[in-house]
């Protein structure tokens, strides 16, 4: 039987216990680090890691999922963009059945890998804005007037932003621009061409272009034209505004481009009715003439595609700052998984984006590309700070030496300072993916493995 003296002991130890238990607690929940980020392995992406998706380095190919949640590439020319990540993902068949649109300035990832496009299923075009391999009318592809409005506000804007980059100066007044949106609309909706309705402008005098456009047989040509004249007022104004038109709209008196856009060979709902390839070529040099040209051909092209189904298509976008404004762009990478769309664009820098998108715009363009791919030697600072934040920060350990006494203490750093992300070694990438950790792997370099190079066919 147990004795009142033995309980009144159990019950003391117990009481005892208590503060030093609360007191263990206390200090466990003290030993909180300071940051949790670290340089991760293949272990700690290989959920969100598949078969069926695009290629990113040796050990990480996405889900084709994740691959329609968007990818971005940023790394300086000549640090294997194309050899470590467009070719071997041209040069695999992991892709299910889709088709794919190709940026491809240098002409190189056509002649490497088209043949092989075409051994495995895929219909094989080139489009050289400026050659004569194909051709593409964006008129025939306006199938309302919504699209013919919108077509004709983008090929001024984007025309006149084109300047605005190319002298660093304003390409005219904006008010102009805008006032010759129904007078361009009206010419388009009277044109089969782009070149066509410039040369209607160019060799028409103002009465002619009066009767014209105001006698038309189609309404909304008619409407158009006198919701310009109303806001047109004065012949002066009138000559201003023609002036702002004509200048936006220069490249489209270019003789090769006016071939290239006399007719469509394909149109955007090809790419969702059968699994077809898309090589758009152009001379890099060549690509800040031609921007107001790519603006609005991948604008149209990604806007009639959002609005198809079918087969999923994938955009393999390099050099995409080159390639002018596409219309809408943060908003249609946001949505673009739901409607079996997926993006990879590569860049430079992030300065020329910001100058072209706004810097809140391209904010929301990069949150949405949700795998990033850095390349070594980056020298951009706003490129060089928003990846070192977006790896986050380490806890460290400091000691302190003073005479006979050492101290520890905790501090914060970055898992890749700026300066450390532009030190990426040689043949690196470092790969930040969602909601996981940074991620440094090898190069996939095409050249350096027979998989690949044996489907480079002659």
Known sequence: MVSEFDLLYKFLLIAMAIPITDMGIKLTKGRVKLATSKLGSKRSIESILGN?????????????????EGVVVIGPTGEHKSTSILLPNLLSNSLPLSSIIVADPKGELWNLTHKYQESIGRKTILFEPLGDHSHYNPIEHCESFTESRALATNLLQFGELAIQLASGKAGGSSEWTNMSVPLWTSVLLNSKTISQGIKFLINSTPNQITETLGNSNNEDVKEQFRIFMSAAGSPKTLSSILSTLLTSLQLFTDH?????????????????KEPTILYIKYDEAKSNYLSPFLSIFYSQLIEKIMYAEGLPVLFLLDEFQNAGKVANFEQIVAVSRSKNIGFLICLQNLVKLHDIYGKNNTTTILNNLKTKAILPSLSDYDALSYISNLCGDKEVLTETHNKDNTSTSKTVKKVFTPDEVRRIPDYKTLIIMHNKLPFLDNQNIYYTQEKYTRNVLK
């Open 52 to 68: 069926d998706g695009l290629i990113i380095s040796k050990q990480c190919q996405l889900s084709f999922k994740k691959t329609l």
């Open 256 to 272: 090769k481009l006016i071939n290239s856009t006399s007719k469509s060979d394909f149109a955007p709902i090809d790419f969702r």
